[in-house]
């Protein structure tokens, strides 16, 4: 890692010309962002797309049937979903399991909703609803959705799912009208929220100093996973 002076790099200038990246988008390949980073919630989000290209965060959705009694076929039993009824008659589950992630000694956290261990494991049911796609993640691992809120497509809505006492994006991805996969958004060694704050934080450290550009719109582009800088699908 190179380090260089902000007056070599111009910045100062930048600054004392009133430049900070107002309608300017700027894309961080890297290994994802941390969108519930104080540096860039503030007055709303900058990161205003998040994308998944590793099998980091990957929920693996497959389609399913409706069984009796409001229960759903879900990948590791049935799923209780009640009166959660889907507009066009279709349902997927998956799952974020964090033991399929706790092996990698380089993954800074597999303890998603912060519970002292990292054996859950999230059962994830989408289906239509208003002719859009949404989410029902078991944050509290009882089989059961009925307690659980709709999560919009993060793209879509910049809605943030929690888990515990951490929020993620939930992205959906579609094509003509057809749901062909769905992924936690997480930055698994935050390398790329390092990285995307430098550019475009807000006050990340509450001491008045902002990143370089910290009104432009950032993408998320995760394309690096904790386990191998090469991951890419």
């Known amino acids: 890692c190179s380090f260089f002076p902000i007056h070599d790099l111009k910045i100062d200038l930048l600054k004392k010309m009133g430049s900070n990246g107002s309608g300017v988008k700027i894309a961080i390949l890297d290994s994802g962002i941390s969108a519930e980073s104080k540096a860039f919630t503030k007055n709303g989000t900058n990161i205003v797309n998040w ?25 590791y039993g049935t799923i209780k979903i009640g009166k959660i009824l889907s507009d066009d008659g279709n349902y997927y589950v998956g799952a974020l399991e964090e033991a399929k992630l706790k092996d990698n000694p380089y993954l800074e956290f597999v303890d998603f909703n912060n519970d002292g261990d990292s054996t859950d494991r999230f059962d994830v049911v989408i289906l ?9 993640f078991d944050t509290n691992d009882d089989s059961n959705i009925e307690d659980e809120s709709a999560v919009k497509d993060y793209n879509d809505s910049f809605e943030l799912l929690k888990v515990g006492n951490r929020k993620f994006p939930l992205i959906i991805n579609k094509e003509n009208g057809s749901l ?6 997480f930055d698994s060694i935050g390398h790329g929220t390092g990285i995307a704050t430098i550019i475009a934080g807000k006050d990340p450290l509450g001491i008045g100093i902002d990143g370089i550009a910290p009104e432009a719109q950032l993408l998320a582009i995760k394309i690096y996973s904790s386990k191998t800088s090469i991951d890419i699908i």
Do not use: D
């Open 180 to 185: 062909l996969s769905a992924h936690i958004g």
């Open 51 to 75: 994308q998944n290209f590793t099998a980091e965060g990957n929920l693996n959705i497959q389609k399913t049937e409706i069984l009796q009694n409001g229960l759903l076929k879900g990948k």
């Open 128 to 136: 239509k609803k208003k002719s859009a796609y949404v989410a029902y």
